[in-house]
């Protein structure tokens, strides 16, 4: 098969590249989308609370005050041209998705409304009342859909990528219904898989988050970056890790302890329950390890998250989605009870090594959206900062790979073999052969190793301990694939899966056991403070066979100096 572009991942970032690509080439270039679960599957859909821009500067906002505050949050690890491209790039993709038809939440004057979020200055996320990411996603289907030349191949699981001589050629990918493998050429690509996904047993990704993308671009020869840095959101709702939107503190919402004590004022006297996610799930963890956790009847201790001081007609309708999680999930109205909350595995900082533009060290290939460290987000991501970080490097990377593919042709040869190659890798090697120990078991122990040798604190002894489950893991003959059909073979694509976040669990605890000091979400409690002397400074990891290949690049740093982070 071929096409010009190939957009790997339909979430937020590779349908908006989708669009951008069609648009600037007037919809001459044929443009694949290749996504492993239904277009409207992904887990942009499930953003919840806003997107942020600068909207009214007229009135008190600033973009130097977008951009302090996303380097502050940061904790000085995020490049900060990034950031200024960044928050200067912003607004645009708002109206745009205005224009697009977005059903954004109004002000009484009719303009767009704007909700506070944690570690912003200023209130300027953007939102549709809490089903954020459902409506963007809406949108940005709807328009991509009007171009004939995108070509969606839903799920279809992308397995490699086809590079040659550090340029890229193209990828193979299973078609799900078949189970027929496919050699898609193509003059370029983006990579837009998202985050790691469900590295964690308690988090708050769709069960198909997985960091497939991640490691196909890494063993194609893509580095990674800054992977180490693991976002945990406070309030995961207890037990089942769904995500309660920081929208419900950003409207009012107020976190207690088992003593019903606001126990933030000890940790973020100014900001309180709106201090950045790394500080606050922090606090939270805590007041749990010293006792002040509510202990759960399913023996996991929690603390609480109070709704019922907002007024109930604004809950019903700004946070209408959390409300209906919990009275569905919980058996609990929050218009009258406090939710159990614990902090949660959410989001990946770290990803594929990128330039300011989203491009990859290999000559043809982009990333973009949560698979891509760009890097804005640094040591901690501000909330609502992704999915505009989606929308903008959509574009960017859109633009950028739909100008390459105009500009070059496709190469004279194809190196099949390496198709060839990946069939017998599938096929031969994995299909049909029992596993002799069942892969769900080694997901189970991998996500078990990260939630208690990797999580909010970290330390040496327990790394170390932590990196030697996994490698184990790694060394443990579980490729196999008991189920030997061809169609619908989740099996199959699950097998491919766990390979992954096996080797993304390595890669996680070996750049954190490296980084010996304690920045933004990396909390290391054998190395306290943050370190600028020795650490101001990105991580890269390559793949090699015998396992991850550490270095490291400066911070790229104009305006801003370290300085200490108080909220
Ligand atoms: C519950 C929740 C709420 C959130 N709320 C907010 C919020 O309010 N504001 C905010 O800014 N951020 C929020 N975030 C973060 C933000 O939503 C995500 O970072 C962002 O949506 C990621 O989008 P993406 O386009 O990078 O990828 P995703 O939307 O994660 O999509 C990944 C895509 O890649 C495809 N894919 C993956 N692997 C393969 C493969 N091997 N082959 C083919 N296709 C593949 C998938 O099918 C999917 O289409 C939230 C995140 C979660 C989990």
Redesign the pocket.
């Known amino acids: 098969m071929e096409h010009d572009v190939v957009i ?7 349908l908006r590249a989708a669009i951008e690509a069609s648009r600037v080439s007037r919809g001459r270039l044929s443009v694949a989308v ?4 239904q277009v409207m599957r ?3 859909v ?6 942020a821009a600068v909207l009214y500067p007229e009135e008190g906002d600033s973009f130097e005050s977008h951009i302090y505050d996303t380097i502050k949050g940061s904790d000085f690890l995020a490049d900060q041209n990034a950031v200024e491209l960044f928050v200067h790039s912003a607004p645009r993709e708002i109206i745009q998705l205005e224009h697009w038809g977005m059903p954004w939440a109004r002000r009484e004057d009719g303009r767009i409304a704007q909700r506070a979020f944690g570690g912003m200055s200023y209130p300027r996320a953007c939102f549709a009342e809490d089903k ?2 459902f409506f963007e996603m809406q949108t940005l289907y709807d328009t991509a859909l009007k171009w004939d030349n995108i070509a969606f191949y839903q799920e ?3 397995t490699s990528l086809i590079v040659e001589e550090n340029r890229f050629r193209g990828l193979t ?1 299973i078609e799900m219904k078949t189970g027929e493998l496919h050699a898609i050429k193509a003059k370029s690509c983006i990579i ?4 790691a996904g469900r590295m964690y047993t308690f988090a ?2 769709g069960h ?2 997985t960091p ?2 991640l490691y196909i671009a890494y063993k194609a020869g893509a580095p990674l970056k800054d992977m180490e840095f693991v976002q945990f959101h406070p309030t995961g709702l207890v037990p089942s890790g769904i ?1 309660i ?1 920081e929208a419900a503190r950003g409207e009012g919402g107020i976190l207690l302890n088992a003593k019903e004590e606001r126990f933030l004022k000890r940790y973020a006297p100014q900001k309180m329950e709106l201090a950045p996610r790394d500080i606050v799930s922090r606090a939270m963890y805590t007041e749990i390890l010293e006792g002040r956790g509510v202990e759960g009847p399913d023996g996991m201790s929690h603390l609480w998250l109070d709704l019922t001081v907002i007024e109930p007609e604004k809950l019903k309708r700004r946070l209408a989605g959390i409300r209906e999680i919990c009275v569905k999930l919980a058996g609990i109205d929050p218009v009258n009870e406090k939710i159990p909350v614990r902090p949660v595995a ?2 990946y900082m770290g990803g594929i090594h990128t330039n300011i533009y989203g491009a990859t060290p290999i000559t043809g290939l982009w990333a973009a ?3 891509a460290c760009i890097s804005i987000n640094g040591a901690n991501r501000l ?6 970080e ?1 929308l903008v490097w959509g574009r960017i990377t859109g633009e950028a790979a739909a100008k390459y593919a105009m500009e070059n042709g496709f190469s004279s040869s194809f190196p099949t073999e390496q198709a060839e190659k990946e069939e017998k890798r599938i096929f031969d090697g994995l299909l049909g052969k029992a596993p002799r120990i069942n892969p769900y078991e080694v997901k189970k122990k991998m996500q078990r190793t990260m939630e208690s040798h990797c999580h909010i604190y970290r330390d040496e002894k327990s790394m170390i301990e932590g990196l030697r489950m996994i490698r184990e893991l790694k060394q443990l003959p579980y490729m196999g694939v008991e189920d030997s059909s061809r169609a619908y073979n989740t099996n199959l694509t699950n097998v491919l899966e766990i390979e992954a976040m096996v080797n993304v669990g390595e890669i996680i605890v070996t750049a954190a056991l490296q980084r010996r000091e304690s920045r933004g979400a990396h909390a290391r409690r054998d190395y306290p403070k943050r370190d600028d002397q020795n650490w101001l400074s990105h991580t890269l990891i390559h793949y090699t066979v015998e396992g991850p290949e550490l270095s490291y690049a400066p911070v790229h740093i104009d305006k801003y100096q370290p300085v200490e982070r108080k909220y």
């Open positions: 790997v991942g339909s979430g937020l970032a590779g290749v996504t492993k679960t992904s887990h942009s499930s953003a919840e609370g806003g997107t954020v990411g279809w699981f992308a990918a837009a898989t998202g985050g708050t990704f198909s988050s497939d993308g995500l939107t959410h989001y959206g949560e698979a909330g609502s900062n992704s999915t505009i989606c």
